[in-house]
T-cell receptor, first 114, second 111 residues
Framework: NAGVMQNPRHLVRRRGQEARLRCSPM?????VYWYRQLPEEGLKFMVY????????ESGMPKERFSAEFPKEGPSILRIQQVVRGDSAAYFC????????????FGPGTRLTVT | SQQGEEDPQALSIQEGENATMNCSYK?????LQWYRQNSGRGLVHLIL?????REKHSGRLRVTLDTSKKSSSLLITASRAADTASYFC???????????FGKGTTLSVSS
C-alpha cells in the first residue's frame, strides 16, 4: 500500500507565476489536509478536503490560494501569482476518517520563489 | 488560537540516555498526537492519546496526558542516534477538522 504521494518534490517559480502542487492520498483515504511549513517552524494548517468538498479552509490565505480534491485524481493546491513569501514546504496528509485518527503525511513539496 | 507548545526548543543528549519533551496547549481537546520529522522529510506519526487516556506506550516511547494541566509529555528511553529529529505535538482544533502543531523540539542524540 503506497503512502501519501506528493509531486513535484521541488518546485521553483518566478514571482508572478502559478504553482500547482499535487497530492495523492493513501488508498482508501478520503480525507486530505494541506499544511505549510516555514523554516524552523511547525506546520500550519491550510485546508481540509473530502472528495469534491472543502470542509475547512480557515487556514488558507484569502487571495491567490485555492485547493480542490476532485472525484477522480489527486488533490491540487494552487497558488496564483506567487510571491517570495510563498516559499515554504507544503505537506499533504490523509486519513481514513478525520482528525480523530492519525494523519499520514507525504514527503512534501518544497516551493522556492525567485 | 489553540496551539501545542513544545518545551524545550532543543535538547542534546548522549546515546542511551532518556529524552523528555513537553507540550502544553490552551483549550480542551479530543486527542493529542506526537509526530517526528527528520530533517527535510515528511512527518511520521508516533502516538495518538485520547482525552480520556492518561498514559500510552509504544516501544521505547511513553506519552502522558494531563488534561487538568493541559499538558503532555513524550519520553524516549534508551535513545539512539537515529532518534535525532524534530518532535511535534498536535492537537485537534475546536471544530475537529484540523491539527494544530507546535513549533517542535529538536532532539540531537550523539554517539
Amino acid at each position: 500500500n503506497a503512502g501519501v504521494m506528493q509531486n513535484p518534490r521541488h518546485l521553483v517559480r518566478r514571482r508572478g507565476q502559478e504553482a500547482r502542487l499535487r497530492c495523492s492520498p493513501m488508498k482508501g483515504h478520503s480525507h486530505v489536509y494541506w499544511y505549510r511549513q516555514l523554516p524552523e517552524e511547525g506546520l500550519k494548517f491550510m485546508v481540509y478536503l473530502q472528495k469534491e468538498n472543502i470542509i475547512d479552509e480557515s487556514g488558507m490565505p484569502k487571495e491567490r490560494f485555492s485547493a480542490e480534491f476532485p472525484k477522480e485524481g489527486p488533490s491540487i493546491l494552487r497558488i496564483q501569482q506567487v510571491v517570495r513569501g510563498d516559499s515554504a514546504a507544503y505537506f499533504c496528509a490523509s486519513s481514513p476518517r478525520g482528525t480523530e485518527e492519525e494523519q499520514y503525511f507525504g514527503p512534501g513539496t518544497r516551493l522556492t520563489v525567485t | 488560537s489553540q496551539q501545542g507548545e513544545e518545551d524545550p526548543q532543543a535538547l542534546s543528549i548522549q546515546e542511551g540516555e532518556n529524552a523528555t519533551m513537553n507540550c502544553s496547549y490552551k483549550t480542551s481537546i479530543n486527542n493529542l498526537q506526537w509526530y517526528r520529522q527528520n530533517s527535510g522529510r515528511g512527518l511520521v506519526h508516533l502516538i495518538l492519546i485520547r482525552s480520556n487516556e492518561r498514559e500510552k506506550h509504544s516501544g521505547r516511547l511513553r506519552v502522558t496526558l494531563d488534561t487538568s494541566k493541559k499538558s503532555s509529555s513524550l519520553l524516549i528511553t534508551a535513545s539512539r542516534a537515529a532518534d535525532t529529529a524534530s518532535y511535534f505535538c498536535a492537537t485537534d482544533d475546536k471544530a475537529g477538522t484540523a491539527l494544530i502543531f507546535g513549533k517542535g523540539t529538536t532532539l540531537s542524540v550523539s554517539s
